[in-house]
């Protein structure tokens, strides 16, 4: 064609997922180099059976995600032929055409020590009470407002309607 995408093709016609390929407990021993080093370790082996686009682990999913995208939609199904089933440190992989759809991107939840919750909720209450405190006060305010034009109108009705 003549924009040179002829050759590309969809996402989920070459994109394998890998599951169970890894613990989160294993994920958070390997530290910082966890998701480098695997992805090396699968690009190695995927190579094998075509040419790679990219390699990703999804360190913080808990089912162990890893997805491999192909150039060509024969190696990925070799791909999947021979990984599922398979035995992975321990883990029993599922190989599966990605299905164009699942995102498995998570998002990692740092956890507080119970010293950072009881500081957070703390705040929060400080937060909460200084709210509180400002809304009394603006009520207290506009209940004076709207009380002060009634003393004004009593005090012209002493004086016999005129103002002072």
């Known amino acids: 064609g003549w924009y040179g995408f ?18 989160p407990e294993e ?16 690009l190695a082996e995927a190579t094998k059976l075509g ?5 990703r682990v999804y360190a913080a999913n808990p089912d162990g995600v890893v997805t491999v995208k192909f150039k060509q939609e024969e190696p990925a199904q070799a791909c999947v032929a ?6 992975f440190g321990g883990n029993q992989l599922i190989a599966h055409m ?18 950072e919750e009881a500081a957070r909720l703390e705040a929060f ?3 909460l009470e200084q ?13 004076a407002a709207v009380s002060a034009p009634a003393d004004n109108a ?9 103002q002072q």
């Open 82 to 87: 021979k990984m599922n089933g398979r035995f």
């Open 131 to 143: 709210q509180q405190a400002a809304d009394a006060a603006a009520k207290a305010a506009a209940a």
């Open 98 to 115: 990605w299905d164009g759809l699942t995102n498995y991107h998570l998002k990692v939840q740092k956890t507080e020590t119970p010293e």
């Open 125 to 127: 209450a400080r937060e």
């Open 154 to 162: 009593h005090i012209e009705a002493a004086n016999g309607g005129e």
């Open 6 to 23: 002829d050759d590309v093709l969809p996402p989920e016609k070459v994109t394998v997922v890998l599951k169970q390929m890894f613990t």
């Open 27 to 42: 994920a958070a021993a390997g530290g910082a180099a966890f998701a480098s080093e695997l992805e090396a370790d699968v």
């Open 51 to 55: 040419l790679v686009e990219k390699v």
